[in-house]
Structure formats: structure tokens, C-alpha cells
């Protein structure tokens, strides 16, 4: 039996087949916030959001003004494909909200739990550690 399961459903009157859930949580690309906690969304089933505060990559930019870890993605090319970037934005949003002095060993070590299949972990980092700088200002 497939880990994965096709889903056919319309968005703004497009019609999308996809495959979605990995169901492991591996990569961590899917991760948003649900009650200011990093969550795997693959592994969580949407009544579980019942009464919770979800907060996705969508909701980091303020109108045209990106958040300070877009725009160090951006500055410090921390995306390839961008497959991953979502998933890691939104890892590092929550701990750069709650310790924004973090020190780069221990970023590193948090910012693991998340994959880049590009392999683009140093600019990932440097770009953290600037929105990092930027945030304690
Ligand atoms: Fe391609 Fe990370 S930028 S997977």
C-alpha cells in the first residue's frame, strides 16, 4: 500500500490533482505553527486544528513588507528550489521570536531537524543569523 494518496480538489476555479502526505514527517517542509508550537502538518489531521492559532508562511509578510527571515532569504540567497523554505521559515520564525540572541551552534542544531534537498544549508544559516541580527534591533 502507497504512503501517499491523490487528492483531486479545485483552487480559485483550478482544478489541482496532487499527492500529498508523506505521513513520516521527515522533511519538515510542510511545518507551520499551531499555537506558536513548529508542527509536521503532514502528521496532523485538520480536526486536530479545532480551536487552535494557525499560523503558515502566508502569514509572515506584512502587505508588500516581507518579515525580516524573507527578506534574509532573499538577501543571502537562502532558497533554491524552494521547496524546503516554507517548512524552514517557519521553524526558524519561533525561535527567532522567542530567543532572536540564539547563539549559531545551537540554530544549527535546531535548524537540522528540517531537510534541504538542494543542500543549501550554509546560506539557510547565514540567512537566520542575519533576520536573527535584524530582529534584535
Ligand atoms: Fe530546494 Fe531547500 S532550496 S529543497
Redesign the pocket.
Known amino acids: 500500500m502507497s504512503d501517499r494518496q491523490d487528492v483531486t480538489f479545485t483552487v480559485n476555479g483550478e482544478e489541482h490533482m496532487i499527492r500529498v502526505g508523506c505521513e513520516h514527517g521527515v522533511c519538515g517542509?510542510c511545518t507551520v505553527r499551531i499555537d506558536d508550537q513548529p508542527v509536521r502538518s503532514c502528521l496532523m489531521f485538520a480536526v486536530q486544528a479545532e480551536g487552535t492559532r494557525v499560523r503558515t508562511v502566508e502569514g509572515l509578510a506584512t502587505g508588500d513588507k516581507l518579515h525580516p527571515l524573507q527578506q534574509a532569504f532573499w538577501d543571502h540567497h537562502g532558497?533554491?528550489?524552494?521547496?524546503?523554505?516554507p517548512g524552514?521559515l517557519m521553524l526558524a520564525v519561533g525561535i527567532l521570536e522567542r530567543r532572536p540572541d540564539i547563539a549559531e551552534p545551537e540554530l544549527r542544531e535546531a535548524l537540522s531537524s528540517n531537510?534541504?534537498?538542494?543542500?543549501?544549508y550554509q546560506n539557510?544559516l547565514k540567512s537566520v543569523l542575519a533576520a536573527a541580527a535584524e530582529m534584535r534591533k
Open positions: 517542509a532558497l533554491q528550489c524552494g521547496f524546503c523554505t524552514f531537510l534541504c534537498r538542494c543542500t543549501g539557510i
